[in-house]
């Protein structure tokens, strides 16, 4: 039956292990220092066998605890497996790192789930519906691994209707599927829709999009979607700006076919993002000038 839930997105977490060699080093040489001075005024009393002595066995027995205390919080790890429900990036604060979250319903029945923060990596290893095992450090909230069970099944027919206006299918477009999946943070599928305009003046338009694995593609609307118009001139590319809002227009792009030019238009929780598009176009620019 299907079920309301509520995600919860605790703050904290790092997404990655925060104890690095480097404090973790720290912490034993202090350590093993205070330790090491101990063992010596203990053998061969002097001046510092008193009270210095006590804080400095004090101090070895705090560093030392504290290394083999955090350790032992990221070593005590649970295996979660279920569905990933939900998935979230929020932006980073004054250009901080965008932090990335996961939500993964592992009994099917409970009403709240709490999501998980991981790195890049591994949010972009997996999509909504994927099925997923991790492995979960729960108190320090630190995900160590998430491995892809099973993949969603591609729902989406390309070309499908459209086979006339791409006769080599994925061969042949300037966006191919590894220019979305970047941009996207997941795996993709291909899908084709027709460009709604009066008059024929678009004649030679082609436009197709990507959207997460296992994503129904209705129309050219998603709330995660890369997509393309690829315009045989310049004047197709100027209506087609002034037809669909948020397209960033590169004219005249060379891509194989002759001069024409790339619309691209980059949609996120809803929301068109230009910043992405302009990347997606600088990766097919790279593209193309490494042929």
């Known amino acids: 039956m299907p079920r309301t839930v509520r995600i ?54 705090l ?32 250009g901080g790192p965008d932090r990335y979250w996961i939500a993964v319903d592992h009994d099917g029945r409970s009403t709240k789930i709490s999501g998980y ?14 099925q997923v095992r991790l492995k979960v450090a729960p108190v320090v909230r630190y ?22 206006q791409f006769p080599h299918g994925l061969a042949d477009l300037a966006v191919s599927p590894e220019h979305a999946a970047a941009v996207l943070d997941c795996p993709v599928e291909p899908f084709a829709f027709a460009v709604e305009h009066t008059g024929g003046r678009m004649a030679g338009v082609r436009a197709y999009g990507y959207v997460p694995l296992g994503t129904t593609a209705s129309g050219d609307r998603h709330p995660h979607a890369v997509l393309v118009y690829e315009a045989p001139d310049a004047v197709a590319a100027d209506r087609l700006g002034h037809l669909v809002k948020y397209l960033v227009v590169e004219p005249w792009l060379v891509n194989g076919r002759g001069d024409g030019a790339l619309c691209v238009r980059v949609d996120y929780h809803s929301l068109p993002t230009d910043h992405l598009a302009r990347e997606v176009i600088k990766q097919v620019r790279r593209g193309a000038s490494r042929r």
Do not use: C
């Open 8 to 61: 919860h997105y605790r703050r904290g977490g790092s997404g990655r292990a925060p104890w690095r060699a480097g404090p973790l080093a720290a912490y034993l040489g202090a350590g093993g220092a205070a330790l090491a001075l101990l063992v010596v005024n203990l053998t061969e009393p002097g001046a510092l066998q008193s009270t210095g002595t006590v804080l400095l066995a004090l101090v070895a027995l």
């Open 63 to 94: 560093g030392l605890g504290a290394a083999a205390g955090v350790a032992a919080l990221y070593a005590a790890q649970r295996t979660v497996v279920g569905q990933v429900v939900h998935r979230r990036i929020w932006n980073g604060d004054d």
């Open 117 to 130: 923060r991981v790195d890049r990596g591994q949010f972009r290893s997996v999509m909504e519906g994927a």
């Open 143 to 164: 995900v160590a691994k998430v491995r892809p069970l099973r993949l969603p099944e591609p729902v989406n027919a390309f070309p499908g209707g459209h086979a006339a």
